[in-house]
């Protein structure tokens, strides 16, 4: 299962970036008026968009999928949906493992290969993220990131560092997948475990294939560009749903004009989602409010205004779906203890990730 430390250590650090962010960006008389004047109502209309970027996702991953399922037997979307919950429900990001178990479950598929298309999602997103921050540098919508450069030491010159060196860094990794064959990647792999025991190596080359074998659809530029193009429409659909729930707070009297305002939520949505990298409880819970917050205050957000706002919409980003994956759960009749059994494949892979589970029956989605 998880590991203890693993465990206490992201709630550690998501409790540290809760205070941080209980201090600086939720001061208790100003947000009291932010409340009482903003219209959460917004929020309903809103996650009309979210779903529909959850429904590209299942596009997308369906895409990724078709060397190993072809065409599925069942619905992808409710898969998805079940990962998003595991996600907001377990640390240390166990829902991408969920997730693929839970498509093997359903589908057959080795859970090795699954969770290897899962990488190459989340490979695509850092670079559409970066490639939406890397974008405000050159479109015409004010001084947004010279205002968030004036707060960042080393100015801009490390603001152009944060934004570009890593979009770089990404492009690289999808070269890389694009030009390495799965043969020579073993041996590289192989190579670079010279100091396992055979044994635990044999087992994790075996694994290291099965992963190889999720990347096979984007071998290709015309594959790449596909899944890229999959990969923004996700992003456009996250930014609408955020500037629907700002609409019901005073965010954009900070900007000039809808351009700049959306371009600014589209900042914070990149930022605060690269923070989920910091190691955090469940959810993002910590990193994504206080990165989230100090980016809109960077940019000219009133505090509370920021503050209120990012709990607001980081709500609205785990509560429906994790609601509706536990629903989903209840409809298919799998426990969620069986999915959470397998997460011990995190740190035992040779125990079962590498082993295609048996098919449970269940009604279609």
Known sequence: MISQRSVWAGLVISAVFLTVFALLFLPLDDVREVVREANFWYIVPSLFFYFLAVYFRSLRWRYLLRPLIGHPRRALFPVVVVGYMANNILPVRLGEVVRSYYVGLREGVNPAAAFGTVAVERVFDVFVLFFLIAAVWVLPVGDLLERVADDLPGGMPALLALSVLPFIGVTAIIATIVVLDPATTVRLVDRLMFLVP????????????????????????????????????????????????????????????????????????????????????????????????????????????????????????LLPVTLLGLAVLLSDHVSLKTLLGRTRLAREPEAGLSETPPVEAGPSS
């Open 198 to 317: 055979t044994g635990i190596r044999t087992r994790l080359i075996g694994l290291a294939e099965r992963l190889l074998e999720g990347l096979t659809v984007v071998r290709t530029p015309h594959a790449l560009g596909a899944v890229l193009l999959l990969s923004i429409p996700i992003w456009v659909a996250e930014v609408a749903m955020l500037y629907v729930i700002a609409l019901g707070f005073d965010i954009e009297s900070a900007f000039g004009g809808r351009v700049e305002t959306m371009a600014a939520i589209g900042l914070f949505m990149a930022i605060a989602n690269l923070a989920l990298v910091v190691p955090s409880t469940a959810g993002g819970v910590g990193p994504f409010n206080f990165f989230g917050a100090a980016t809109l205050v960077a940019l000219g957000v009133n505090d509370a205004e920021a503050g209120a706002y990012v709990l607001t919409a980081h709500i609205a980003l």
